[in-house]
């Protein structure tokens, strides 16, 4: 995807390979508060519409994957797209530092219609052997290629980019909106190099990746050994994809 940011948005969601997607209602409404900061006006029958495209995918597998769905302005009207979960997901991962670009308005946050820089910063980063590209800006990580970050500081605060620049994640949401349930104090921040030096975990989360403990950052070791709260954020997200609630069928 590499036209004019304000020519498309889109996110990306779980999919059940049928008629059900996870945090359906979560994703409609970022969707659409994204569409009014790129100043794009989408259909009324947004809903419908989803719902008649899903009906005509063919290559339906009754499995869970990655449902990409996007409006285009130009052809006003939705393309979704099937893709295979990563492999990489759930897992620990190393991560590469590189400078965040950044647009003009209310662009920068938002999933937008230029996101090749954010497919060539994974490209980059897997090219020089990491996993995952971080994005920094003022000497602060504010996003990555693909995920959300949370700082676990030693004190067993999470940390959350308080910057406009970084694209607030469902997956993120799901999680911030448990911390209290799970115990864990929440604070936003900027994500500096101080922080990030003294953390116990650095966690990246997002509909692809999951939930992964980043281990490395341009080849340092960050965190401490020992993950406290990376299997408890596992956890409550596996319960979170089970319950049958949170699933919800887009039907016309």
């Known amino acids: ?16 390979g049928d008629s059900k997607i996870a945090d359906l209602d979560e994703h409609l409404a970022r969707l659409i508060r994204h569409a009014k900061r790129l100043r794009i006006n989408l259909p009324k ?33 939705f393309v979704i797209t099937p893709r295979r979960l ?24 938002t999933k937008h219609g230029d996101w090749q820089m954010y497919l060539d910063a994974k490209t980059e980063a897997q090219e020089n052997g990491a996993d995952i590209a971080l994005f920094v800006d003022e000497y602060s990580i504010i996003d990555s290629d693909r995920a959300s ?3 676990i500081d030693d004190d ?33 921040a900027k994500l500096n190099e101080r922080l990030v030096a003294r953390c116990s975990e650095v966690i990246a989360v997002g509909v692809g990746v999951g939930c992964c403990r980043i281990l490395t950052i341009d080849g340092e070791k ?31």
């Not at 495209?53 to 994957?65: A, I, M, P, R």
């Not at 990563?86 to 946050?109: D, F, I, Q, S, Y």
């Open 156 to 188: 067993g605060v999470a940390y959350v980019s308080n910057s406009a620049k970084s694209v607030h994640g469902v997956t993120l949401q799901i999680l911030i909106d448990g911390l209290n349930h799970m115990g864990v104090p929440l604070s936003y």
């Open 222 to 252: 960050v965190g401490s050994d020992n993950a406290v709260i990376y299997p408890v954020f596992l956890n409550y997200l596996a319960q979170h994809y089970s319950n049958s609630n949170n699933w919800i069928a887009l039907c016309d």
């Open 86 to 109: 990563p492999k990489l997901r759930n897992c620990e991962l190393h991560a590469m530092t590189m400078p965040m670009k950044g647009w003009l308005g209310e662009v920068t946050g």
């Open 45 to 77: 029958d947004t809903r419908r519409r989803l719902a008649s495209k899903l009906n005509e995918l063919t290559d339906k597998t009754l499995q869970t994957q990655l449902l990409n769905i996007t409006y285009n302005v130009a052809d006003r009207d």
């Open 1 to 16: 995807m590499a036209g004019k940011p304000r020519s498309a948005v889109f996110t990306t969601v779980l999919w059940n």
């Open 149 to 151: 970050l949370i700082v």
